[in-house]
């Protein structure tokens, strides 16, 4: 086991700066091969970490002493069932979420099971229904006990024995989809929540009585309480008035003045770190392009040790992962763009950090390419954000490029860091784009709205514009550009075309959807009533709306070679949508050239045979119509 000395010597453990050399053609199984771990969580008393280890279509885990990292005990649930997180509810014993999914990009399937166990092995035991409740409070004082929030017609705050399933209410509230906010003496003061009809309500609690304070459609404005100041007097609010990035402001209830904290012009956080004993906000996370941390109480000590840590590693980022309750252990991740990232525990007391566990030690970030944010000027006048990654040692002029748009659509957004797919592409010759087009989350949720019932149309126009831009700099080939994505982004890369008949070159839907009004019949979303408001909110309207922005009723705009990948088990985007798009195609008299279909798969492969047979099929049919420089030739 590595150890390092003081990390604030940020030279003792910085990495070397890349080196550009002549790139090496790695095996397509180095980028999609399971990685070691998904996550590593700490216990509370920093003498535990917990590691979720993926083994297939299962995700198992094993608990380890940090000292001398011995293992402790060990959990699996079986064939497709994940283990995809964990949470200490006091020293010795935690709760384990066990989710179904039934393929790479899917959402969890169905609520989670939850199970409980001490770190040993001992005292296992199922936690009836708690998977239909989330975690409020660890209630510390109380190792027993943990709260916890359920909404069925009204939103619930119980306790719960994390040793017998026992539940006892503490509230309620006249809102669906509730979540509790506590001050520090665990007094119930506010509730967010969520009707049926998506929007969204933000209530005060006035003795017995709860007022709201806020109320918004999806997409509107932001008023949502985080946190209360560290004299549990002031609240910590993110606000946005008109859908810009929501800002951070300390108000003050009585008097209604408000303070700003924190804020960044184009992003809204995606995180804050606190101090060990719950009551400091320290700082507030941002994903502008790179990550970083804003401190708003940088006198306090964590919050130096956490500058420190980030300092200590300038051409990485630095997440953490939790801090013990006494604060002296720190667990923190450092990664990157061309680095799949390691784990480390910080000891504040002696100055060094004990190297963990590295998620994918077989990646050498040296034959990585770099990921750059980008941003550019749609048509409309509104900016777009997004990253462009060139192939390492590459002359980043002229190249043949991928536009890689991101599934979702609304709520997720492209992120710096480790990609594996867009890693294989640029390793194969290819500059890759991905982009943030509208609809996309994390950039307020005016921009998010803008949206809603133009996944066919402004959407797709961003990702055109966004190819421009990478042609206008030199950097992409106009003759050499071809689309992919999975899920959404299976449905852009055929939309985009259809968009576009001259622009592409050939395209890539995997588990995608194609046919807009498919949506309302088949799949796992609108079997729920919040499902359903959900495509009504975002979907175009209208049938005729619906059909004109869906590929499969397009079809004689897609004039140049396809390429579909589908599960046969996907419940997500269910084969349906395929099988129709196919149909058309067909009778268009212009048939897919490469078709996948893998039986027992769903949304996304997970067998590594499977995904080493998809990229290797990608890299043909996208070599054959690109004819990119093949990586270790001479730029």
């Known amino acids: ?105 899917d959402f969890r399937v169905g609520t989670p099971d939850v199970y409980a166990s001490n770190v040993d092995g001992t005292q296992r035991a199922d936690m009836p229904n708690l998977g239909f409740y989330g975690i409020v409070d660890k209630n510390w004082d109380d190792p027993r006990t943990i709260l916890v929030q359920r909404s069925v017609d009204s939103a ?34 506010y509730v967010v929540g969520q009707e049926e009809d998506l929007e969204t309500v933000t209530m005060r609690r006035d003795g017995d009585r709860w007022t709201t ?12 309480p985080v946190t209360f100041d560290s004299e549990n007097k002031r609240v910590f609010f993110q606000v946005s008035e008109d859908g810009e990035p929501a800002r951070l402001v300390l108000r003050d209830p009585e008097s209604r003045e408000e303070t700003p904290v924190a804020s960044n012009p184009n992003v809204d956080s995606i995180g804050y770190l606190y101090s060990s004993d719950e009551r400091e906000l320290l700082a507030v996370a941002y994903m502008d392009g790179v990550p970083n941390y804003v401190f708003v109480n940088q006198d306090h000590p964590e919050s130096k040790t956490y500058a420190g840590l980030i300092n200590a590693f300038p051409d990485k980022a630095v997440s953490f992962g939790g801090i013990s309750r006494d604060g002296r252990k720190v667990l923190f991740r450092a990664y990157s763009d061309v680095d799949p990232g390691a784990y480390y525990l910080f000891d504040r007391e002696t100055g060094r950090a004990q190297f963990l566990l590295a998620s994918r030690d077989w990646i050498k970030p040296e034959q990585m390419s770099e990921m750059t944010p980008i941003s550019f000027t749609a ?90 831009w990478a042609i206008g700099q030199g950097v992409a080939d106009k003759d050499r550009i071809c689309t992919y994505g999975a899920s959404y982004g299976g449905y852009a890369a055929l939309q985009t075309v259809v968009r576009e008949p001259t622009k592409y070159r050939c395209t890539i839907g995997y588990v995608g959807v194609y046919s807009l009004p498919l949506m309302f019949k088949d ?35 897609i004039r140049i070679p396809v390429m579909l990948v589908q599960g046969a088990k996907d419940e997500r985007v269910p084969i349906s949508q395929y099988e129709l798009l196919k149909k058309n195609l067909e009778k268009a008299g212009r048939p897919p050239e490469v078709t996948i ?39």
């Open 379 to 468: 048509r409309d006048g509104t900016r777009v954000h997004g990253y462009l990654t060139i192939p390492q040692g590459s002359s980043g002029t002229n190249l043949p490029l991928i536009l890689h748009p991101h599934g979702g659509p609304h709520g997720p957004r492209d992120m710096w860091g480790f990609n594996p797919e867009v890693q294989f592409l640029a390793n194969r010759g290819y500059a890759v784009l991905q982009v943030n087009f509208r609809g996309s989350g994390g950039y307020g949720t005016a921009f998010e709205r803008m949206g809603y019932r133009n996944w066919g149309t402004t959407m797709i126009d961003d990702m055109t514009d966004a190819v421009d």
């Open 523 to 557: 799949g796992d979303i609108p079997e729920r009533e919040e499902g359903r408001n959900y495509l009504n909110r975002v979907m175009p309207e209208g049938l005729a709306a619906q059909q004109a922005q869906s590929p499969a009723y397009n079809v004689d705009k």
């Open 213 to 224: 304070i806020h109320s918004s459609e999806m997409g509107g404005a932001v008023r949502n």
């Open 1 to 105: 086991m590595r150890i390092f000395g003081k990390l604030l010597l940020a030279a003792l453990i910085a990495l070397p700066a890349t080196v550009l050399a002549k790139p090496v053609e790695l095996p397509i199984g180095d980028f999609f091969k399971d990685p070691e771990f998904t996550s590593v969580s700490l216990s509370p008393s920093g003498k535990y970490i917990t590691v979720s280890v993926p083994q297939g279509d299962q995700t198992v885990l094993a608990a380890f002493e940090v000292d001398g990292m011995k293992l402790v005990g060990k959990w699996n649930y079986g064939s497709k069932k994940h283990i995809d997180r964990v949470s200490w509810v006091n020293d010795e014993r935690f709760l384990m979420y066990v989710s179904e999914k039934l393929g790479r990009f």
């Open 156 to 189: 619930f705050l119980s306790k719960y024995d994390v040793y017998n399933g026992r539940v006892t209410t503490v509230a309620t509230a006249p809102v669906r989809f509730g979540s509790f906010i506590l001050d520090h003496d665990r007094k119930v003061r």
């Open 597 to 635: 279909v893998e039986a027992k798969e769903g949304h996304g492969f997970y067998d590594y045979d499977n995904q080493v047979e998809l990229y290797t099929a990608m890299e043909a049919f996208l070599d054959k119509h690109t004819a990119p420089a093949k990586a270790g030739d001479a730029p």
